[in-house]
């Protein structure tokens, strides 16, 4: 990591404090959080208020490491061992005490517990873990997933296992254009269904498990996708509201199908011929919502909605990005499956590409089309991702211009670039926190900081509320 990255601000991977504080666990629950997530530093010496450099006590700075070192080892349970080292910057010592991604997920303070004692990183804080997310790295951690687990409340016939493995490859034909492939579909089998983790074997009995539950609509409280067409670039106007249940496949289809019915279609002649096209490349619209369905997180009792505004098409699905998964590994092709069980069956039935080509090939579709590169946001406990339509409100280069319908040309003229990406965030997401800005824009919060105040002092934007649970208001120009 560089010194300007280093030092540039707190974010969800750094942490400062001016001093090493007496009490361990001031900085013990950000030690575990950075365990139960991607990682992270913390640099004892700086002022995390004001980012000044104020250095540590050098003639006993060999001291305080080890004390640190062995506050970690002795408070966290597993155990966890940090590399801590020392670096000069404007002629003073800071300590940076670097705390890697754990394998042994959830870590905790031996002194709390497991249930209260641990602790994620959230937008650049350090915040007590939610049930449902605990849950998550419980299994996470003995390398299991929640949709390969044994749905008790179910029971399974031979009967039934045929009917889905029949319902299955007729979807998998459906689904393929071309009669030379459709030939080539196998059939699946029970041992199929095991080996996938659709079933699981127990003592020789079979048991459905959570996957074959969702696949078939028969799991208990059965997530739906939410649906709905708004008046404007915000959620204040309904236009139409459509909720879909039943199996999981069968909601992909019906959320796409609802998303076509709503998007504008156009003309384009070949020749002598002529071609309806739709505004946005549709392989990469029902790219998106399979792959919202195959990867949000089932624990999470939320649903996955997907919202059509003026400027864009809008899809969140529930659950974080994995640990080790980031914005720019999925632009670049990586793909780590949440539910691998869901992702083999929906492979199977041509719902989703198997090894993560989809992120790079909706972008490459979204350029093709003329269209603004899609936006992928990782907000507090979502993901969502915004494919923007063209718009006079969206620019054929670039998606900050969309902020133009809430503020006049003469203020526009008057902000900078990050100004404009730091207005689009907002009108998306009113509520957005200062840190999650930080993070979707890559910056520390202190830069954010100082472009909030500007864009207050330019009577812009106020904040109505705390930053944590109030939302954004513009003022009209």
């Keep these: 990591m560089t010194e300007k990255s280093l030092f540039s601000g707190e974010s969800k991977s750094i942490e400062y404090k001016v001093t090493v504080p007496k009490k361990s666990d001031k900085y013990m629950k950000t030690v575990v959080a950075f365990a139960n997530g991607r990682g992270g530093k913390i640099i004892f010496g700086i002022d995390d208020k004001t980012l000044e450099v104020v250095g540590m006590d050098e003639d006993n700075i060999f001291k ?58 959230v937008s650049g804080t350090t915040r007590p873990i939610e049930g449902y997310m605990l849950k998550e790295l419980i299994l996470e951690g003995q390398n ?41 579909i196998k059939d699946i089998t029970k041992n199929t269904l095991l080996s996938w983790g659709v079933l699981a074997e127990i003592q020789g009995e079979i048991f459905p498990t959570n996957a074959y539950a969702l696949l078939t609509g028969k799991m208990h409280m059965q997530p739906i996708i939410q649906c709905g067409l708004f008046k404007g670039t915000d959620r204040a106007y309904f236009v139409d509201r459509r909720e879909f249940d039943g199996p ?11 998303v076509l019915e709503k998007i504008n279609m156009g003309m384009q002649i070949h020749g002598i011929y002529r071609q309806d096209v739709y505004e946005l490349p549709t392989d990469s619209v029902r790219e998106l919502i399979a792959n919202a369905v195959a990867h949000r997180s089932y624990l999470e009792p939320g649903n996955i ?3 059509i505004f003026d400027d864009r098409l809008e899809i969140t699905s529930p659950g974080m990005l994995l640990n080790n998964v980031s914005i720019k590994k999925m632009k670049e092709g990586y793909s780590k499956p949440r539910n691998p069980a869901i992702a083999n069956a929906f492979a199977y039935m041509k719902i989703i590409e198997k090894w993560g ?11 093709e089309y003329g269209l603004p590169e899609p936006a992928l946001i990782d907000f507090d406990g979502d993901f969502r991702v915004n494919m923007y339509r063209r718009t006079p409100q969206v620019s054929e ?18 902000v900078t670039d990050i100004e ?13 926190t200062t840190s999650c800005l930080a993070d979707s824009l890559s910056v520390s919060r202190k830069t954010i900081s100082k472009y909030i105040k500007s864009l207050k002092e330019k009577g812009i934007i106020e904040r109505i509320g705390s930053d944590r649970k109030g939302y954004w208001k513009f003022h009209q120009h």
């Design 397 to 414: 280069n670039t998606v900050t211009e969309k902020v133009t319908d809430r503020v006049t040309d003469k203020v526009i003229d008057k």
């Design 64 to 121: 305080t490491m080890d004390a640190i070192t062995n506050a970690i080892s002795d408070s966290c349970e597993p155990r966890i061992r940090p590399e801590v080292t020392l670096q000069t910057i404007n002629n003073k010592t800071v300590i940076i005490v670097e705390i890697l991604p754990g394998a042994l997920r959830p870590y905790y303070i031996k002194s709390e517990g497991i249930i209260n004692g641990t602790y994620v990183r």
């Design 420 to 432: 404009k990406n730091i207005l689009n965030l907002i009108s998306e997401k009113p509520e957005i």
């Design 144 to 184: 299991r997933y929640f949709d390969s687990e044994p749905c008790r409340e179910l029971t399974v016939t031979d009967e039934d296992i045929q009917n889905l493995c029949q319902t299955m490859k007729e979807t998998a034909i459906k689904n393929t254009w071309q009669d030379s492939e459709k030939a080539k």
């Design 248 to 258: 999981i496949q069968d909601q992909v289809d019906a959320a796409y199908q609802y």
């Design 357 to 367: 080509t989809s992120i790079p090939r909706v972008f490459q579709e979204c350029k």
């Design 305 to 307: 909605q997907v919202a």
